[in-house]
């Protein structure tokens, strides 16, 4: 097997496109919309290995959705049924629990009530005590030994330099496809804000999320840190929840990577998006980030808080910014 496909898979596209690549969770292959016939070294073509759907990354192209419409494309009709191997499909959406690249589980220590006092009250304090309970936060790292012990992280001479600093210090945040910890410093005085602890390998970037109300709509809402997603996650400053499809971050300005692996992973095409801006960051940077990726965003609004360096800055006054 290569993921949910049956091994002839494999043959069949190397027979039909050539030579492609694997990756931990995709197939990287020749796009047979804009790169057939043509000779490259990287393709843009992603199926993915848990679910029937790819993605073409090439400008210009876009092609994406079911995998019936990509063998349809190459065959003239559905030969999906011959390739998938449908109860694997099941096996992957019934997962409760992230999987690493060694194909073992990611385990998350469970959330003790009163086990951290320090990293509760920051984490109700960044959540500007909106009286919601730890053990209902996705993803939530306070026991850091536990969880390197626990999911046989390999401790590097950083990670052992840290660990116990990390442990008494930090908390953490999984995130969505399982390929890292996000981890915040619950000192404000000390230099080391935050720290990226490496779970896994993937090909995009990976991404903290939370769901928003409408799985329809094309919105996304995206920022930098974790607190600004949760802040207006919680109380709606933009007064835009009741459209908005999901909520993203990945502790990072670079939100085209972000914005991609969405598109994928969501199977989000052409997305609204909403970034809610650190105050550092100008509108050229957002209207040259448009401009140079216009393919790949259908509308793009940003929002500063004139009265905070970012979201999670009380009181929060939008200023909205069109690009």
């Not at 998938?84 to 009530?113: C, M």
């Not at 991609?260 to 809610?276: A, G, K, N, W």
Request: hydrophobic share 35%.
């Amino acid at each position: 097997m290569i993921g949910i496909y049956q091994d002839s898979f494999k043959q069949y596209l190397e027979d039909n496109l050539g030579e492609f690549k694997l990756s931990v969770r995709n197939i990287i292959t020749k796009c047979p919309w804009c790169e057939f016939g043509q000779e490259k070294d990287h393709y843009h073509l992603y199926i993915s290995l848990e679910a029937p759907i790819f993605h073409c990354f090439h400008a210009g192209c876009e092609k994406g959705g079911k995998l019936n419409k990509f063998l349809s494309k190459i065959a003239g009709h559905d030969v999906s049924d011959a390739f998938i191997d449908k109860e694997k499909v099941a096996e992957y959406k019934s997962k409760k629990v992230f999987e690493q690249k060694t194909g073992t589980q990611v385990i998350l220590p469970k959330i003790r009530r009163g086990g951290f006092p320090r990293k509760e009250l920051y984490l109700n304090k960044r959540l500007m005590f909106a009286n919601i309970p730890s053990t209902s936060i996705k993803g939530l790292v306070f026991d850091v030994h536990d969880f390197i012990n626990v999911n046989k992280i390999v401790v590097d001479e950083t990670l052992f330099k840290l660990r116990d600093y990390l442990h008494e210090n930090f908390v953490g945040f999984l995130t969505e496809h399982g390929s890292t910890v996000i981890f915040r410093n619950v000192d404000h005085s000390h230099s080391m804000k935050f720290f990226k602890l490496k779970v896994n390998w993937g090909p995009f970037l990976d991404y903290y999320k939370l769901n928003g109300i409408s799985k329809k709509s094309s919105k996304i809402v995206l920022s930098e840190g974790i607190f600004d997603i949760f802040s207006e996650h919680i109380y709606d400053t933009l007064n835009i929840k009741k459209e908005v499809n999901l909520y993203a971050c990945a502790l990072s300005s670079k939100y085209i990577g972000l914005i991609q692996s969405i598109v994928f992973h969501e199977q989000l095409f052409r997305p609204d998006v909403v970034i809610l801006s650190d105050q550092g960051i100008d509108k050229e940077y957002y209207s040259r980030m448009k401009y140079y990726n216009k393919h790949i965003i259908n509308s793009l609004t940003v929002y500063y808080n004139k009265t905070g360096k970012d979201f999670n800055d009380t009181p929060v006054t939008p200023v909205q910014v069109k690009i």
